[in-house]
């Protein structure tokens, strides 16, 4: 006969410091449902590493936890007549360190005759997976995440009622939630390999990504930085080609604006006049037109929609290719445009002289200080260099807005001089170095889309508790 559990203080009776022994303990020896799910049901509210936590796996997860094995019926709305059925399956992963909590929602549509529903003929399937593991302090978390544990991974399993138990390594786990090792409970590590370090509650350090793969030094870092730059600096290029045709429309009077489509850019010019063979003919006209005034060659009149295309070599854009097509009218507009689409062929001068400027800029980098926060964690990152870059070109375009080039890599190049220090109210501080040059690339874990917004209703529901008298004076 097994022993349920009646106050929550008795679940820590055992007095282990690791919760998660405590739980697997009792789930490898209780061996009726109810036992397991009230096990699982009455963790007490000291176990967790804060209120937030404790009211999640209360509010979200222990009401899924006590549906399982049990069917439940609704009316089915679209169906005159029809019900839906709902069935609870819970899968349980155990580890050394982790908890996984899967909830498997089934649900069939049945008709008056409790015959399938033709529509809905198959059983549908809603997966529910949360993670439970221990912080720094050796308190519980919880995580909700979108998606589960290869079961190839398990290594053996066993069935009590409508819940199955699985036992399976740490690495599994660590894997889905985004890092290899854990150094969150040190409070002062050297980093000597490359890899995903979780290094303090959901932050994630991440050395040598397969993007940094071949950084090691800082002369690498630059190379990155620049082979990055570069590819700025020829859009940024067909973008000042773009000014130049925009002159020479301007020049001869053309009233022009830029127009987005399908994430292409294009010169437009509003046509006022019926579209069809007349647009195409003005179409080829102003080509025809462009091509003298730019000294043009290689004219070619395409076909209808696509009037002429020629190619144009600019003093310090390089070579241009231009084509002129003759847009139909969209719906709900009365007036169509012609378009020009503008693409550099071959680098000119400016090109050139850009990336000799971002070649000094880059070697005129030095190491400095950073601070941010991601959540309530603050982040000061010492003598490093950042990889997110702003750099304003010499050349500007004349009539299109001037722009800067921009790259964000979100990344700090690190050394052994450098140091990470990250703060948190309940965490405390932790502080990373590093024993040789790394890229290091700072993010979270993986955590389900779903989990900030029901985070966030809880704190919601917990202010408006707190401010109650004050809502109702507002009444």
């Not at 037109?289 to 290689?298: A, S």
Request: neutral net charge.
């Amino acid at each position: 006969m097994e022993v349920l559990l009646n106050k929550e203080e008795s679940f820590l009776g055992l007095n282990s410091s690791n919760l998660i022994d405590v739980i697997r303990d009792r789930l490898t020896k209780l061996n009726t449902e109810d036992a397991i799910k009230n096990t699982l049901r009455r963790l007490p509210r000291t176990a967790f590493t804060s209120d937030v936590h404790y009211e999640y796996y209360k509010q979200y997860v222990v009401p899924k936890i006590s549906m399982v094995g049990k069917t439940y019926v609704k009316k089915y709305r679209w169906c005159r007549g029809c019900k839906e059925e709902n069935y609870k399956h819970m899968k349980i992963n155990v580890s050394n360190s982790y908890i996984v909590i899967e909830i498997i929602d089934y649900s069939i549509v049945l008709n008056e005759k409790n015959d399938p529903y033709y529509y809905r003929s198959e059983p549908s399937q809603h997966y529910y997976t949360y993670v439970l593991g221990l912080d720094s302090n050796g308190k519980l978390f919880v995580n909700k995440v979108d998606w589960g544990i290869p079961y190839s991974a398990t290594i053996e399993k066993r069935k009590v009622g409508s819940i199955e138990i699985y036992e399976f390594e740490d690495k599994h786990i660590m894997d889905m939630l985004g890092f290899d090792r854990s150094t969150d409970a040190l409070e002062d590590v050297i980093i000597i390999e490359k890899g995903r370090y979780r290094v303090q509650g959901e932050i994630i350090a991440n050395l040598n990504s397969w993007r940094f793969e071949n950084v090691n030094s800082l002369d690498d870092f630059r190379l990155y930085l620049r082979s990055s730059i570069r590819i700025l600096v020829e859009e940024y290029i067909g973008y000042l080609a773009y000014d130049r045709v925009s002159q020479y429309l301007v020049n001869s009077g053309f009233n022009i604006s830029l127009q987005r489509i399908n994430s292409r850019l294009y010169i437009a010019i509003v046509d006022s006049h019926k579209g069809g063979v007349d647009r195409f003919r003005r179409a080829i006209a102003i080509a025809a037109d462009l091509r003298d005034r730019l000294g043009g060659h290689n004219f070619e009149a395409i076909n209808y929609g696509s009037a002429a295309k020629f190619r144009c070599n600019d003093p310090m854009v390089g070579e241009i290719e231009l084509v002129v097509l003759s847009d139909r009218v969209p719906y709900g507009r009365r007036y169509g445009n012609i378009l020009i689409d503008v693409k550099v062929v071959e680098q000119g001068r400016v090109f050139d002289e850009i990336m000799k400027d971002v070649d000094q800029q880059l070697q005129r980098l030095r190491p400095r200080n950073y601070r941010f926060m991601i959540g309530n964690h603050l982040i000061d990152i010492e003598r490093s260099i950042s990889g997110n870059l702003s750099y304003m070109p010499n050349i500007q375009p004349l009539i299109l807005p001037s722009r800067p080039l921009t790259i964000n890599l979100n990344a700090y190049y690190v050394d052994s001089d450098s140091v990470m220090r990250i703060s948190h109210p309940e965490h405390g501080v932790n502080v990373v170095r590093f024993a040789r040059p790394f890229v290091l690339e700072i993010g979270t874990t993986n955590i389900s889309q779903d989990y900030p917004g029901e985070v966030n209703r809880i704190l919601a529901a917990k202010a408006k508790k707190h401010h109650a008298t004050e809502i109702i004076e507002i009444r």
